[in-house]
T-cell receptor, first 113, second 116 residues
Framework: AQSVAQPEDQVNVAEGNPLTVKCTYSVSGNPYLFWYVQYPNRGLQFLLKYITGDNLVKGSYGFEAEFNKSQTSFHLKKPSALVSDSALYFCAVRDLSFQKLVFGTGTRLLVSP | DAGVTQSPTHLIKTRGQQVTLRCSPKSGHDTVSWYQQALGQGPQFIFQYYEEEERQRGNFPDRFSGHQFPNYSSELNVNALLLGDSALYLC???????????????FGDGTRLSIL
């Protein structure tokens, strides 16, 4: 079965510093990986996806993610964090047959001024 | 271009009651998926509708049922509500394009269901 793991419940970073939110995956075959962000009392907003191609994927709001097949990881990164980036981040993998998404447990990002 | 819209935004029910949640997909999308997000958890897949049929189902009991209409909108029905059904219910839409599309799902803001 497809699954993802987010090992950190919370990540703290100071504004202006680089941030990394970790995700590892377990899949049969080639992975289709996604990152979503959730602000309080809102739904999930799509940030970026990896399907195939370059291992560095660029997404919305200055976020990017690095796909590493040997480490089965898909970490979310941003060179310079903003206070407004504080939110809940979810990594997800898509089911092979359909469009069902399997989500991780989420990582809360807190960016301090 | 309207995104995914869900109604109502909040709902309070008591145990044993029944509830219907509604979702209108993003313009141009034809596939609707429903997810349950319990407090402090990631979303869990309930089921997916395409061409007015349930195409895939997660590990949820038969108390959870759904429907998709010809205009692609969808309803989620939950019968015999339990306290554990309290959660944020998210609807996501996408373009099937043969069901192996690489396009991301777009989510609504959800319906917060509280069971007393």
């Amino acid at each position: 079965a497809q699954s993802v793991a987010q090992p950190e419940d919370q990540v703290n970073v100071a504004e202006g510093n680089p941030l990394t939110v970790k995700c590892t995956y377990s899949v049969s075959g080639n992975p289709y990986l996604f990152w979503y962000v959730q602000y309080p009392n809102r739904g999930l907003q799509f940030l970026l996806k990896y399907i195939t191609g370059d291992n560095l994927v660029k997404g919305s709001y200055g976020f990017e993610a690095e796909f590493n097949k040997s480490q089965t990881s898909f970490h979310l990164k941003k060179p310079s964090a903003l206070v407004s980036d504080s939110a809940l981040y979810f990594c997800a993998v898509r089911d092979l047959s359909f469009q069902k998404l399997v989500f991780g447990t989420g990582t809360r990002l807190l960016v301090s001024p | 271009d309207a995104g995914v819209t869900q109604s109502p935004t909040h709902l309070i029910k008591t145990r044993g009651q029944q509830v219907t949640l509604r979702c209108s997909p993003k313009s141009g999308h034809d596939t609707v998926s429903w997810y349950q997000q319990a407090l402090g958890q990631g979303p869990q897949f309930i089921f997916q509708y395409y061409e007015e049929e349930e195409r895939q189902r997660g590990n949820f009991p038969d108390r959870f049922s759904g429907h998709q209409f010809p205009n692609y909108s969808s309803e989620l029905n939950v019968n015999a509500l339990l306290l554990g059904d309290s959660a944020l219910y998210l609807c996501a839409s996408s373009l099937a394009a043969g069901m192996r599309s690489n396009q991301p799902q777009h989510f609504g803001d959800g319906t917060r269901l509280s069971i007393l």
